[in-house]
């Protein structure tokens, strides 16, 4: 026994040397990686927040779009449809089924750092040939036992290649898991504005049906005067086609209402029937609107598209690091312990005593290592193509920074001049609703008739028609800074942590 752990001692000793000197050869044939892409630095937008802020109802605080941001406009329809879809919308569902597919592929990468144990058992008969190479057994029938209740096998991962391969697989994981808040947080924005767009909508219906039903007072009236004598034809030519062009709003108001419906139902995961009786509720602005300070630095902790972006980046960088180690050698080792027996056909019954017996019991070690020489270019293609997606992955990394970065600014300005458009139309408002005042009391005086009241009232309802359209955008351009800013999504991340790959 001696002499084999004196054997097994040298043949390590032997193993080691030749595998270093491997390594050294392999070194230099591993091609250079040359100029990577790099990452950019967070834009400058310390003017265009205090330009946001100055005269705006945004606060600069530490708090981001809370995780519900919805429930701050005080509607409870608009909740209980975010609760059906977060429930039933297939394109959330798609997205949670690529996430555990991806968990699924980590576990299988994260397998390779463990040792596998199997467990085998086989019985088997045979002929052997009439010309084998075996004399003894030429022509021989023959039946065998084999179990083996432990079999081993474990590669050695002396290179990091795969501990790389999982940390790129939690990477995609990471990423996934992203891509699933980015689509959440997309579906609930686009429920939102197609629920605030519903809401403005009925409304304006109620509005344009008024309007057509002031337009019918006011063509009798021209028809009544016409036939009375007091006017020519041309009133009532014009009252008509002003009947006409209101009944027309009316309609385009209750198709694009329609609209908004049926667009709602799928958005949720339902049918068009489930949305027929919406847009009961009312909606109201929050008065402040919290604006983060460090913008856009921390963009990379609550933008799911950017924080899913850079983890695509990272998990290419260990794919490189995959493609660099499989240069180097694989060593893997082999082993089982069991039990094995062979026996002529025509003592097979004897068969499971000669298994079982001390003298079947068989074991076997089988170190391995397999070098790479020439493989075509195959490993020098593979190193090229992760190089290539990992500068890919950066600059998408780098477009998705951009792209943050003007949505906010975009959305800024938007809440900015809806919010001065809906004040100057409010204005507006208040001095028509003056003016149609003024005209009743004209009419009660007796200096002015019908038709000025009438005219005056239906100015009235268009302004107000028109409001309810800013509204809409104001909410909308609010729901749009949400959104921009990661709707409560939070990544965990480190806003400094992008790092340049060393190649």
Known sequence: MSVRIGNCRLIVRFGIGALFL???????WIPSGGRHAEYLKPPGMAHKLSEARDGEPLTAGRSWPEENWWRQFGSSELNRLMTMALAENPGLKAAAARLRAAEGFARVEGARLLPFLDAEAEVATARFSEHGVNVALRGAHVVSGLINPLSFRYEFDFWGKNRAALEAALGEAAAEEAEQAEVHLQLTAAIARCYFRGVALRQQLGLAEDMVELRRQLLRLAETRYQLGLDAADPVKLAESELEAAGKRQALTRDHLDLQRNLLARLIGRGPDSTRHLF???VSLPERIPLPVKLPLELLVHRPDLASALHRAEAAAQRIRVAKASFYPTVDMTAFVGLNALRMTKGASSLANILFSGNSFAYGVAPGVRLPIFEGGRLRGQLSVQRAEYDEAVELYNKTLL???????????????TRTIVEAQNRLLASQREALGLAQERLRS?????????????????????????????????TD???????????????????????
């Open 22 to 28: 491997i390594q050294l050869w392999g070194c230099a």
């Open 280 to 282: 009961g509720d009312d």
């Open 403 to 417: 792209q943050a970065a003007q949505e906010v600014a975009d959305s800024l300005s938007s809440w900015r001049d």
């Open 446 to 478: 007796g200096l002015d008739d019908r038709r000025a009241v009438l005219a005056r009232r239906h100015s009235v309802l268009d302004h107000e028609y028109t409001l309810k359209i800013l509204e809409t955008d104001q909410l909308v351009a609010m």
């Open 481 to 503: 800074l949400i959104e921009a800013l990661g709707g409560g999504y939070d990544s965990g991340l480190d806003p400094a942590r992008p790092q340049p790959i060393a190649d």
